[in-house]
């Protein structure tokens, strides 16, 4: 089965004073998160490949978040946007534009972290889980909702990341 990464394509603009790219890790395919995710009730989970492959064209578009403090959640803190992800090996790639001229702060203080300091986290809807009673839940279909820019030691997978690219506009 071959997949194609998924886009949506903007129109550059030099110089645009709202849109500072980034990429990052989002989160890793068929691997157990290191911790348990908000909502699944104490359970680490495993997004398999398949699902996340599937689920990639709900994940564009959608905003990314963050909460005062980098520590987790907040879906009503949109700071940015999805434009393109792919799964390369197990890691699933996002990238993007934070909003940095209607959110300066949040923005400077990514620039102001250690670049291996920030992770991303994912948040989903509909998921199915294969089996409810496994210690570690096996996720076989979600919809991407958005995600969030967190540190990484307060994500569900330590290995995911988050950056701040240079501009190409």
């Given amino acids: 089965m071959r997949v ?4 949506v394509k903007f129109p550059p603009v030099k110089g645009h ?9 989002l989160t890793l395919v068929d691997a157990a998160s290191d911790r348990a995710p908000a909502g699944a009730r104490g359970h680490r989970v495993v997004l398999t490949r ?3 492959e599937q689920a990639l064209p709900s994940l564009l578009g959608m905003a990314v978040d963050y909460r005062p403090g980098w520590d987790g959640h907040d879906a009503k803190r949109k700071i940015g946007l ?7 090996g197990r890691r699933l790639l996002v990238k993007g534009y934070l909003y940095g001229r209607d959110f300066p702060e949040a923005t400077d203080e990514i620039r102001a972290s250690a670049p291996e300091s920030m992770g991303m986290s994912y948040e989903l809807a509909d998921a199915q ?3 409810m009673r ?7 279909r979600a919809t991407f909702t958005g995600a969030a820019i967190l540190l990484r030691d307060k994500a569900a997978y330590r290995a995911t990341s988050f950056r701040l690219a240079q501009s190409v506009a």
């Avoid at 004073?17 to 890790?25: A, I, L, M, S, T």
């Avoid at 999805?82 to 390369?88: M, R």
């Avoid at 496994?134 to 076989?140: A, G, H, N, Q, S």
């Fill in 50 to 52: 398949a699902a996340a």
């Fill in 129 to 131: 889980v294969a089996d």
């Fill in 17 to 25: 004073p709202n849109r500072v790219d980034f990429e990052g890790v």
């Fill in 134 to 140: 496994d210690e570690v839940w096996k996720l076989t």
């Fill in 82 to 88: 999805i434009t393109e992800a792919d799964v390369v």
């Fill in 4 to 7: 194609e990464a998924m886009a």
